[in-house]
């Protein structure tokens, strides 16, 4: 049954995180949180990121006037907003993890549709690949475990804000994910799996069809008269392509938070 909350906002929006509300890995500026509000009057809007809960709480917990707070700090004021407060729909790990109006979805889980013995071969080949690659720096945690996926990083979670831009440079002369995967999706062919760069220093790993296009079939209870998104990855390869070009969306490609906000003023605001 649709909901008391969407009665005059018929339409949805929906938006990829990194390079799309925030530059990567980094917090929302204060010019995008005010656009977003602004939109939510209008419209209902949700984030659709292949990042965990944890990452995107640093990046759109809303500041209130007692400066930054996250869900995740030790001291929370009532100043503070969590993502999941701040948007209609937080969809994290592409929708596998889901909030609606800040009440949780069900989830679906990697490890069960994979299975144990299957994914302990694909872990162990992960880590003997990572082991053989000669990269200038490693750091650490190169597989990380989430409930709908795993993210896959050469070079490791922990590095730096500095080490990541040096590692995607590094990267992108040196092909170091587009081989890796390339090689994972011969050897595990079988598997069912998608093997998907999105970020600079990782790729996810996610079972075929479980993309941003999973957060789709979560809102269809709602009949929303439109669907927008807006995403930077949306070119054939990119995390945000299947979901930009569905027929059930309108897709927008932008360039960077900033090209968002001004895409948002001619489309929903400025009139
Ligand atoms: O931009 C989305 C991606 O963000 C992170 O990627 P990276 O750490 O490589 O920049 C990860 O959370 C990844 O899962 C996600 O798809």
């Keep these: 049954m649709a909901s008391a909350a969407f009665a005059n906002r018929k339409k949805l929006v929906l938006f990829d995180v990194d390079e799309t509300l925030t530059l990567a ?65 937080a969809f994290y790990e592409n929708g596998l993890v889901a909030y609606k109006l800040g009440e949780a979805l069900p989830s679906d889980s990697f490890i069960l549709y994979v299975g144990e013995e299957r994914y302990k071969r694909l872990v162990n080949f992960l880590l003997h690949y990572i082991a053989d690659l000669d990269l200038p720096i490693k750091r650490g945690t190169f597989v990380e475990f989430r409930n709908g996926m795993i993210n896959v990083s050469p070079i490791g979670r922990n590095a730096t804000l500095q080490e990541r831009k040096d590692f995607n440079q590094f990267d992108q002369a040196n092909g170091v994910r587009a081989a890796f995967v390339k090689v994972l999706r ?15 220093i990782s790729f996810d790993v996610f079972p075929n069809g479980w993309d941003k296009r999973y957060a789709l079939s979560r809102v269809e209870d709602e009949q929303f008269e439109e669907i927008h998104f807006f995403g ?40």
Excluded: C
């Excluded at 995008?32 to 419209?43: F, G, I, P, Q």
């Excluded at 809007?45 to 759109?60: A, T």
């Excluded at 990119?238 to 900033?258: A, C, K, L, Q």
């Design 186 to 200: 011969e050897k595990f062919a079988d598997y069912g799996l998608t093997f998907s760069i999105g970020g600079q």
């Design 25 to 89: 890995r980094q917090a929302a500026s204060q010019e995008m949180l005010d656009t977003l509000a602004a939109l939510r009057k209008k419209a209902a809007i949700g984030f659709v990121s292949g990042s965990d809960m944890k990452k995107i709480e640093e990046q759109l917990s809303v500041r209130g006037t007692q400066g930054y707070q996250s869900i995740l700090d030790a001291w929370p004021t009532e100043t503070s907003t969590p993502a999941i407060q701040a948007f209609d729909y």
């Design 232 to 271: 930077d990855k949306t070119d054939p390869g990119g995390n945000d392509h299947e979901i930009f070009s569905d027929p059930r969306t309108i897709g927008h490609t932008v360039e960077g938070p900033s090209h968002t906000i001004r895409l948002l003023k001619e489309l929903f605001l400025d009139h």
